[in-house]
């Protein structure tokens, strides 16, 4: 081949050239493109992996009940329960014609029975406290009887009652702390648990009341001498409502804050941590506030932005689960955020079957639970609707969460639709017992694996359950016409 061919062959004509120019122009912005993909999904791979990506949600196929294995005994009631309580050795149960009975925890063999007198539906929980059992009964009295006789005491603590259901029911709610009984109706009233003698009382509004009273919705008797309320306390010759601490021998207001929390706070070395707190409008906060127990000061404040559930302190570290899908560590002594992980997407995916539009979702949450020895948090979360009779659903999940690290070990999912009537699902129950998770939902009661989250089985009752207890190294679950202990 002559020189000339030999350049004519290599070197691309006119047209190839233009060709061949063409398809590198092409070419290049797809090139750039796919480089810069590849950097953008390994910055966010390296990103998702420090923000501590949970683990994947599971879905599991119920076939199981619970193994029979794991029950202890049972134990048939002959009325429906409407409070019940384990404490020092025993099971004690109120019931709807105003019965307290009493049980032996470890057999169920029962001990004694007596009457307190009236309907007793919907009263409060049961207290037991320096070997008396207090117990609310019809006319808003709190009676008291002696744990291990069972009689019945002269011993009572009379609410305000200015009502006529109030004549009918037993107190809305009743605290028993620091030698101090606190009994509310249609005010509350504090009383010396000892001899009887009542110490103050709140504002009633059906009644001709001294000014400066207080007017608490909520009073909470948190630790040594430390009650908390929140609603109105007056200031000057006006009242403005707000979280306070009062003094619970003379009733009167230690120091006040300037915003709303109407939840139960949290009590830390010598501080008060107010949650879902906001400074102008109550049952809207989204903020974590501490305060000087002593003097109501600030200390600290943590603006969540979302609604929070119950937090609980573990080795200094404030744990809570919020709406947002996320769940906080913060330090308690400054309000400084440890680490926070997310643990479920519930918030803003639900996928519920046949939602009815006339029965909208309620968002429910449990308490935190730390199991000390493997150094895990457990939190549940759910919506659930209830249909008032047709169909009630929540699907929810179940997390256990690394306290060192703050991963999301496992998050599980677990969903139900039944037709029942009668649930009540203002929260989600939650016990830990050896190497199990106990949740209820609804009417239903689920067990899991501590370690790996698998449904170990599940059990479906016709009425509501009562709040979990774990003590004794037992689970009790009060529902229907019977107790089940667990162990």
């Known amino acids: 081949m002559s020189v000339l061919k030999k350049l004519k062959y290599w070197c691309p004509q006119p047209e190839k050239s233009h060709r061949i120019l063409r398809i590198r122009r092409q070419i290049l912005p797809i090139s750039v493109f796919t480089a810069a993909m590849l950097i953008a999904s390994f910055w966010l791979f390296t990103l998702q992996m420090s923000y501590r990506a949970p683990a994947p949600i599971l879905s599991q196929t119920i076939t199981q009940s619970i193994p029979q294995t794991m029950i202890q005994y049972q134990k048939d009631i002959e009325n429906f329960a409407n409070a019940y309580t384990v404490a ?16 032996d925890a470890e057999s169920g063999r029962q001990l004694w029975r007596v009457s307190v007198g009236g309907y007793g539906s919907g009263g409060p929980a049961i207290v037991v406290q320096d070997g008396k059992v207090y117990t609310g009964a019809a006319g808003g009295i709190v009676k008291t009887v002696d744990l291990n006789s069972g009689n019945l005491l002269d011993l009572e603590f009379q609410a305000i009652v200015d009502t006529s259901w109030g004549h009918k029911s037993p107190p809305t709610a009743f605290l028993v702390a620091d030698g101090r009984v606190y009994v509310q109706q249609t005010g509350w009233r504090a009383f010396n648990a000892g001899t009887g003698e009542l110490l103050w009382e709140s504002f009633s509004p059906l009644r001709i009341n001294p000014p400066g009273m207080l007017y608490p919705d909520n009073l909470w008797a948190l630790d040594d001498n430390l009650v908390v309320a929140s609603g109105t306390y007056p200031i000057g010759d006006s009242y403005r409502s707000g979280v306070y601490r009062i003094n619970p021998d003379k009733g009167t207001v230690v120091w006040a804050t300037l915003g709303y929390s109407n939840e139960e706070p949290v009590v830390y070395q010598d501080t008060v941590i107010l949650w879902n707190y906001n400074e102008t409008y109550p049952d809207r906060g989204q903020t974590v506030v501490s305060v000087s127990a002593a003097s109501g000061e600030t200390l600290w404040s943590f603006n969540v932005g979302a609604s929070t559930y119950q937090p609980a302190v573990y080795n200094d570290l404030l744990l809570f689960g919020a709406y947002d899908g996320n769940f906080y560590a913060l330090n308690a002594s400054d309000g400084t955020i440890a680490w926070k992980t997310r643990v479920t997407s519930q918030n803003n995916q639900i996928t519920m079957e046949g939602q009815n ?28 609707q209830n249909g008032w009779g047709s169909t009630d659903q929540y699907v929810g999940t179940l997390s256990s969460i690394d306290l060192s690290t703050g991963q999301a070990l496992w998050s599980v999912l677990f969903e139900k639709n039944v037709s029942i009537s009668g649930s009540s699902s203002s929260k989600i129950g939650l016990a830990l017992l050896e190497d199990a998770v106990f949740l209820t939902a609804g009417t239903d009661l689920w067990v899991f694996d501590q370690s790996t989250g698998k449904i170990i089985g599940m059990e479906h009752f016709d009425h509501y359950i009562f709040p979990l207890i774990a003590m004794y190294n037992k689970v009790f679950v009060e529902a229907d016409l019977k107790v089940t202990v667990y162990g």
Do not use: I, M
């Open 88 to 103: 020092e050795g025993k099971l004690l149960f109120t019931d709807a014609w105003g019965n307290l009975l009493c049980f």
């Open 357 to 384: 539009p006339h029965y909208p979702l309620t968002p429910v949450a449990s308490q935190v639970l730390v199991e000390p020895q493997t150094q895990r948090a457990f939190w549940g979360f759910a919506f659930v």
